[in-house]
């Protein structure tokens, strides 16, 4: 079966991850704060925030914001449920904006549009989640022009965009953001199994970050409330907080993985390059790349233009899976789930993420798929689209 992604695990990785278990430390040692302190600087970040997932990232980047009940978060529709789960575990409202039918992205026209009209309603989000589609960086140039006039903050979710970049600027550096988040799931770009981590340019959000991940402890002198002179305290609980820790054993893998990040994204670019030739000979859109954004390419998505008679997307889906390739579609939008139906959303709300869902196929890239297999992708691909 070849997948749409799949992580890459080589001897080094093992190595690295070896020397860890056989070290006294399978968490908090010293490796951790060395994988934030990489990925810090491969961004151009001040402080980087390992955690357990991109999830435990969102969660802690809304409450270090001050997100709360009665608030509001504004995310895209085309997304995994997490974008927008965050905002829930802190009691907020979440709201969708629409996308931009050619980027994938939030529609920054749409965007502005609709802060016009919470402005008047008194409605204004407190956060805004862009979230980079694919890798391709959103638009964040004209967000933070935004977030200026309607004063809210931004947290960039780039669980698919490490090593992405636009305009010369890195993704992870928050140059337009409070906060930026990445996933190391095995699907996405590097892997540390489950992992995330999110970046800031803030001490004051570092800190609280750092602190939520453990239970809201702190170790800071300066920073714990006074006590009894001849009491003994080296740490205290001030806020309550969660273990989102992410361990050694995790962060030896990531260091690893890093290592091999743009040659990665140059593999994926190359597939990329590919799949976009074919298309282009076939009319088939995939995602616009903007001058000069750089994505990490994390999906490969192709729109299959809807059809009543044909079910043209169900058909390369279940043909394509027949025949040993495993295709999937990215995303159900999320207002579409029945969790968030429950909240009012419905069906059309968001029309441009639901066409894009009903026309988009995820094909396989990863840095390990083999020019024979491209092949293979775009023979079966061609031989479907005939029998149409
Ligand atoms: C994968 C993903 C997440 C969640 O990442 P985890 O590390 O699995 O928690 C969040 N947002 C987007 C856009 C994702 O693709």
């Known amino acids: 079966m070849i997948p749409y992604g799949r992580q890459e695990i080589t001897d080094s990785d093992i190595d690295e991850v070896e020397k860890v278990l056989k070290s006294d430390f399978l968490t908090q040692g010293p490796v951790v704060p060395k994988f934030e302190k990489v990925v810090a600087n491969y961004c151009g970040a001040s402080y980087a925030v390992a955690v357990n997932s991109a999830t435990s990232a969102l969660h802690i980047a809304c409450l270090a ?10 995310t895209s529709p085309n997304t995994f449920v997490a974008s927008a789960n965050c905002a829930r575990y802190c009691g907020a409202g979440v709201d969708f904006v629409d996308i931009n039918p050619d980027t994938f992205n939030i529609n920054v026209e749409a965007l502005s549009e609709k802060l016009k009209v919470a402005e008047k309603k008194g409605k204004l989000p407190k956060i805004i989640i862009p979230v980079h589609f694919a890798g391709q960086p959103s638009e964040m140039e004209a967000i933070h022009k935004l977030s200026k006039k309607f004063g809210f903050k931004i947290i960039e979710d780039a669980s698919h965009a490490i090593g992405a970049s636009y305009n010369e600027i890195k993704v992870g550096s928050c140059v337009h953001s409070d906060i930026t988040v990445f996933s190391f799931h095995p699907v996405k770009i590097i892997t540390t199994g489950e992992g995330g981590m999110a970046l800031t340019n803030k001490k004051d959000l570092a800190d609280k970050m750092y602190r939520l991940r ?3 402890i702190t170790y800071d ?4 409330h006074q006590r009894p002179k001849n009491e ?6 001030i806020e309550l907080g969660f273990n989102y820790r992410m361990n050694d054993i995790q962060a030896a893998l990531g260091l690893s993985q890093i290592k091999r990040l743009d040659h990665y994204i140059t593999k994926r670019h190359n597939i990329a390059k590919r799949y976009n030739k074919e298309f282009e000979s076939l009319s088939i859109k995939t995602q616009k790349q903007l001058p000069g954004f ?14 009543k008679n044909t079910e043209i997307q169900k058909k390369i889906y279940d ?3 027949k025949n040993g390739i495993a295709v999937n579609v990215h995303y159900i939008p999320v207002h579409r789930h029945p969790y968030y139906e429950n909240l009012g959303f419905k069906k059309e709300d968001f029309p441009e993420a639901e066409k894009f869902y009903r026309e988009s196929i995820s094909l396989p890239i990863y840095p390990s798929l083999s020019y024979q297999q491209q092949d293979f992708v775009l023979q079966s691909l061609a031989s479907v689209l005939k029998n149409i």
């Open 232 to 237: 003994i305290w080296n740490y205290q609980q």
């Open 294 to 307: 750089y994505s990490s390419f994390h999906l490969y998505s192709a729109c299959f233009k809807e059809n």
């Open 221 to 224: 002198k300066g920073t714990m």
């Open 319 to 321: 043909t394509l899976r």
């Open 65 to 74: 914001l001050g997100l709360e009940k009665g608030d509001y978060l504004w």
């Open 214 to 216: 453990v239970h809201g």
